[in-house]
């Protein structure tokens, strides 16, 4: 049992750690959080508190072509981090570089326009509606400042 042991474990363009289980080895990739996760161990039949280490090839292959299409293995679209898309209009899911490219383009695309995110982006203050007067005092000169 010792020789199927692997240290590390590549998925989807990154290594995760063979010591830890399934479903906490999965959540390492930018983009699959805990519940993605467990889906995903219930979708393969895969126990989820199972060291990665010992997991099959063939298991990281499904593993992959899960994170590449969810909606092929009935993953419901609310679990999908990129839902309608800007550009096409589709339901998908995007991890690691590919997650990172996008949100840039996104914030790039609101400042470009000169949207209020965009122009809040820009100022480096809060973009939700949070407030600002004794808040987020750091990273900007909102606000008393004191002596």
């Given at each position: 049992?010792?020789?199927?042991?692997?240290?590390?474990?590549?998925?989807?363009?990154?290594?995760?750690?063979?010591?830890?289980?399934?479903?906490?080895?999965?959540?390492?990739?930018?983009?699959?959080?805990?519940?993605?996760?467990?889906?995903?161990?219930?979708?393969?039949?895969?126990?989820?508190?199972?060291?990665?280490?010992?997991?099959a090839d063939e298991d990281?292959?499904?593993?992959?072509?899960?994170?590449?299409?969810?909606?092929?293995?009935?993953?419901?679209?609310?679990?999908?981090?990129?839902?309608?898309?800007?550009?096409?209009?589709?339901?998908?899911?995007?991890?690691?570089?590919?997650?990172?490219?996008?949100?840039?383009?996104?914030?790039?695309?609101?400042?470009?326009?000169?949207?209020?995110?965009?122009?809040?982006?820009?100022?480096?203050?809060?973009?939700?509606?949070?407030?600002?007067?004794?808040?987020?005092?750091?990273?900007?000169?909102?606000?008393?400042?004191?002596?």
């Open positions: 049992m010792e020789d199927d042991f692997k240290h590390l474990v590549r998925i989807s363009r990154k290594d995760v750690d063979g010591n830890k289980t399934i479903e906490q080895a999965l959540t390492e990739i930018k983009g699959v959080g805990i519940s993605l996760s467990t889906t995903m161990c219930r979708t393969l039949d895969l126990d989820s508190e199972a060291q990665i280490g010992y997991i990281v292959l499904k593993i992959e072509e899960i994170l590449e299409n969810p909606q092929k293995f009935n993953i419901p679209n609310w679990m999908l981090n990129r839902r309608e898309d800007y550009e096409t209009g589709e339901n998908i899911h995007l991890i690691e570089s590919d997650l990172d490219m996008t949100l840039r383009d996104d914030l790039n695309r609101m400042k470009k326009t000169r949207s209020y995110k965009g122009r809040r982006h820009e100022a480096g203050l809060p973009v939700r509606g949070q407030r600002t007067k004794s808040t987020f005092r750091n990273s900007s000169s909102v606000g008393v400042k004191r002596s």
